[in-house]
């Protein structure tokens, strides 16, 4: 392809790129390819034409079914034409046309004799066109050619074949499946690209037979391969059956882990990348394993070679996320690497420095980093700044130091995404630290203003409001926020009246001097302030409009129990009546849960490219399917509706899963069916559920699905009755009964007679976190308070042996199926102690909240104590049910 030219303005001294396909017009480009026509060829020129047609068609351009046939036929033209450059073109133009099957026929007899020239060039293309062009009719009629190819002594040609395989074995794999002896040849070639190609070839070809790709590796991994692209693929391949057998044999070894210490000591430096990234990535990887791969990655560290040292330090970074300890011996190394040229390496050096630096060095690092950050982008600040975060949380005391670096750079110029950042790492800061909250809250009054995004100015407004009024001089904020009434847009005023009214409502001693504040407000321009103002002042005033200070606290600090998305939603949905709109009808699910797909691998799409409807999917959609159905409407107000449950394995036949519904007293199993035999059509489809296992449930109704043709999805349901507002568990065994009929293939038409057959399921079981709405609350503290602590119950529980404390805190959250509030499911790597907090909707919609606090002794025993609030008393009894059972 033409590359754009550059000319120098002798007028100017700044340099204007001029690109040679300016103005090109598709009309004028079609007019000029009637030189392919002409009786003595210019090779030069027909070139150039199709280097404009490529052009055009790599733009997005499209052609007509009657332009492209034409300027196919004119192309075929040109195989009459010796010159070799021009014959590429050609090959690149019909590979960019892909010809209908009646054209392809017009060119197929000329690609035929270039694949078998004396010429190796015209070979290779030849193969490559011929393979991207034809169908499987004409793929047999050349297979023996294409295994020739691929043992071809010239590795251009072999290299051409095997890739032409790869792309291949999506549409046509039983004809590629046959050239496994010809590709194992190719994998013991001594060029490079023909062994790299043939091993990806060998590999897609086994990838199903996991055994068969396990022997492969094993031959491989004694030596035979000498092409450093083909040793790191079978790096790859290696990693991937470790993963696949689990961490240690029976011998307590980790399978294959010499061969990846073996690949250390290559003489290609990215074989010895490969290697130790793929070391570092070993699911519970040793620190006795990691240290040969840290060996080497500091090597890599004072490289002359920029991209070298980018591997190493971003392999590094990695590592130092879960293995802190293991990189700081690379310390002085990463030091040096501050005042790299390439910002993007001194971007990574300095965050992992952050993550493996200990207390003492924090003054230094800070020092070095203040120079560091002007001379970077917003995208590297972003992750500096979130280092910092980190670091400032794993060294409490230090906060002083790292809060002034993020306010001295909050007050710098920069992008949206790199402010928020920083606002962001501030406000955790002030949540995870005390100390650090006035001087934090200071800074972030400071910030707004002279801050340009509203987003930011409404967002700290909000926060200053929770946490303001409970510092020890709430009125020095005072000034900050009413600032902003005067000063800032509508929205920002808006939300500095919201403010305003906490510290009156919060503060005794405010409330005349807000009072005073709010009534100014009341003549502002904008209607929704106005509005804010009169009601705030009526809630301070106490005139009656709520009934307790408990309600106005609620009014004022509650959270929206529905998400916002919702109530938008059922608010469009609510045509005005009598009957006024009811805020507990909107649904409390966080979000919506897509179904899964499960479509085969190297399946074509149907129709123009575009996948099958899939199955309803999103709480909303199903409660309006389900209360369509006769049988289940009267089942009343749809509670939650899980995440789709798989039944079948990925590859098999069927594909089946199922999403449970859950009323107050019933339950209904969806069971989402997709028929992936293209020679089947099923009839009077039906899950048969045998409930022994679930003694508390009954069965009322099922709902079979009549037809389910070939990659079309169905839904058959079957319903339960269970005991009332009660979290009833169980076992249900499944299995798919249906009637098969045999489709023919050339009309579509299906046969009249079936035969019944069965498909048997994998188990379905209902838990006790199906009986939980994961709805989050903005502000923990202020709903924990507003509960009433009579409905408390504490107890606590061992709960074992454990990795970390990570995974006690993961498993549960599970467990209780709950929403992690203000990022409290995530724990420190080092940590040895955690408290973590749960909001959630129990059925029957009850509001719960959990503060769970965690320890680790030396032997990684973990202990927890569960703290339960609950507007029902029974629930809180029932969610330690739920812990002491899981």
């Not at 004396?118 to 023996?144: F, H, P, S, W």
């Amino acid at each position: 392809m033409a590359q754009p030219l550059v000319k120098k303005d002798d007028d100017h001294d700044d340099e204007l790129e001029y690109s040679p396909f300016m103005g090109i017009e598709k009309g004028a480009v079609l007019q000029e390819a009637r030189v392919f026509n002409d009786p003595q060829l210019d090779p030069r020129k027909c070139s150039q034409v199709i280097t404009k047609l490529l052009y055009l068609l790599n733009q997005g351009e499209s052609f007509t079914k009657v332009e492209a046939t034409e300027v196919f036929f004119s192309v075929t033209k040109l195989f009459q034409s010796k010159d070799t450059g021009l014959r590429r073109m050609v090959y690149l133009i019909i590979k960019e046309l892909s010809p209908s099957a009646d054209e392809v026929i017009i060119v197929t007899s000329s690609l035929m004799k270039d694949m078998n020239s004396k010429i190796d060039m015209y070979r290779a293309n030849a193969i490559r066109v011929l393979c991207r062009i034809i169908d499987g009719t004409l793929l047999t009629q050349i297979e023996r050619y294409l295994k020739q190819a691929i043992v071809d002594k010239n590795p251009v040609v072999s290299s051409a074949a095997l890739v032409s395989g790869l792309h291949m074995l999506k549409t046509n794999p039983e004809i590629v499946k046959r050239w496994s002896n010809e590709v194992q040849e190719a994998v013991q070639s001594r060029a490079a690209l023909v062994q790299f190609h043939a091993l990806a070839l060998l590999h897609q070809i086994r990838q199903n037979d996991r055994l068969a790709v396990s022997k492969l590796v094993g031959t491989l991994t004694r030596g035979a391969v000498r092409s450093p692209l083909a040793q790191c693929l079978l790096i790859r391949y290696t990693s991937q059956i470790i993963r696949d057998m689990g961490n240690h044999s029976q011998s307590g070894e980790r399978p294959f882990y010499d061969f990846l210490e073996s690949c250390l000591r290559h003489k290609a430096e990215m074989v010895i990348l490969e290697a130790a990234r793929a070391i570092t990535e070993l699911d519970g990887v040793t620190s006795r394993e990691l240290t040969p791969a840290i060996t080497v990655l500091q090597l890599f560290l004072s490289s002359p070679k920029p991209v070298l040292r980018f591997a190493a330090v971003r392999t590094l970074n990695k590592v130092a996320m879960t293995h802190p300890m293991a990189v700081t011996n690379c310390n002085i190394d990463m030091e040096s690497l501050i005042s790299d040229q390439n910002r993007s390496i001194a971007t990574l050096a300095i965050t992992t420095l952050l993550k493996t630096g200990n207390e003492s060095s924090v003054e230094r690092l800070m020092k070095q980093i203040t120079n560091f950050m002007s001379d970077i982008a917003d995208e590297f600040k972003i992750v500096v700044v979130e280092a910092i975060r980190s670091l400032c949380l794993k060294f409490p005391l230090k906060y002083r130091s790292l809060m002034n670096f993020l306010s001295n750079i909050l007050r710098e110029e920069g992008g949206f995404e790199y402010k928020r950042a920083i606002v962001d790492s501030i406000v955790t800061i002030i949540r995870d630290i005390p100390d650090a909250k006035e001087n934090g809250l200071l800074h972030l009054c400071e910030f707004i203003e002279d801050c340009e995004f509203t987003y930011l100015s409404t967002q700290i407004l909000h926060f200053l409001g929770i946490e303001g009024p409970n510092t020890s001089d709430p009125s020095k904020y005072i000034r900050y926020i009413y600032n902003r009434v005067h000063l800032e847009n509508a929205t920002v005023r808006a939300a500095a009246v919201c403010t305003l009214a906490k510290f009156g409502f919060m503060v005794e001693a405010l409330k005349p001097r807000i009072t005073v504040l709010l009534k100014r407000c009341i003549y502002d321009s904008d209607d929704e302030v106005r509005d804010r103002a009169t009601l705030f002042l009526s809630v301070l005033a106490n005139d009656g409009l709520v009934d307790t200070d408990k309600d106005s606290k609620e009014f004022l600090f509650g959270s929206l129990e529905a998400p916002l998305v919702n109530l938008e939603t059922s608010l469009k949905n609510y045509e005005p009546s009598e009957e006024a709109f009811d805020v507990d009808s909107v649904p409390k699910e966080v979000k919506s849960q897509p179904l899964a797909d499960k479509k085969s691998k190297g399946k074509k799409p149907t129709g123009l490219g575009a996948p099958p409807p899939a199955p309803v999917s999103g709480f909303d959609a199903y409660e309006r399917l389900l209360s369509s159905i006769p049988e289940f409407a009267s089942f009343g107000k749809l509670f939650k509706s899980s995440p789709p449950v798989e039944l079948t394995e990925a590859e098999t036949e069927y594909s089946v899963n199922v999403v449970k519904h859950i009323f107050e007293s019933h339950i209904v199993f969806q069971y989402n069916c997709t028929n992936t035999v293209p020679e089947q059509l099923l009839e009077r489809v039906n899950v048969i559920v045998d409930a022994s296992e679930a003694e508390e449930f009954s069965e009322l109704s099922s709902k079979p699905l009549n037809s389910l043709p070939y990659d079309s999805p169905g839904q058959a349901f079957v319903a339960f009755e269970k005991p009332e507002g009660v979290s009833a568990v169980g076992k249900f065994s499944n299995t798919l009964t249906f009637i098969v009929k045999e489709v023919d293939q050339n009309t579509g038409e299906a046969e009249d007679d079936g035969v019944e057959d069965e498909y048997q399921l994998e188990d379905l079981e209902v838990v006790a976190s199906d009986y939980m709405v994961n709805v989050g609350v903005s502000n923990f503290r202020n709903a924990w308070e507003n509960m009433d602590p009579e409905n408390e119950l504490v107890d606590e529980y061992g709960l074992g042996p454990r990795e970390s404390l990570a995974e006690a805190v993961k498993a549960v959250i599970e467990t209780l199926g709950m929403q992690s509030c203000e990022g409290t499911e995530t724990v420190a790597s080092n940590a040895r102690s955690h408290t973590c907090l749960l909001s959630g909707l129990y059925i029957g919609n009850v509001k719960v909240l959990v503060k769970a606090q965690f320890g680790m002794d030396s032997t990684k025993e973990i202990v927890m104590k569960l703290a339960v609030r609950a507007d029902d008393p029974s629930v809180s009894d029932a969610i330690h049910a739920i812990v002491s059972c899981g």
